[in-house]
């Protein structure tokens, strides 16, 4: 389980407020994000609001990170990929 992240912002003239980095980083809130906003008992509660397609697109990015496929493949696979390209549109090689 997560540790609890609990940091101070400060309600700007037009009232905004700027999410710290690291509360954004721990629930994997990115720029364009919606948070659903209620009042409980006199406490503000944000809750992300993500498409389907947000969330597994952030999935898929944290297991890259962490368990991605090694570069060496990657340049490979593409490099298999270009030829297969290449002899579909022009043919054989000359």
Do not use: W
Request: net charge positive; glycine share 8%.
């Amino acid at each position: 389980m997560a540790r609890p992240v609990s940091q101070l912002v400060v309600i700007r003239s037009r009232r905004q407020v700027t999410l710290p980095a690291e509360v954004c980083d721990s629930l994997g809130l990115a720029i364009g994000d919606q948070l659903d906003v209620q009042v409980e008992g006199g406490a503000i509660i944000a809750t992300p609001r993500k498409s389907e397609a947000s969330k597994a697109l952030a999935d898929i990015r944290r297991i890259f990170a962490a368990h991605g496929p090694p570069l060496d493949d990657l340049q490979e696979e593409g490099r298999r990929v270009r030829k297969e390209i290449y002899r579909e549109r022009y043919g054989k090689k000359p």
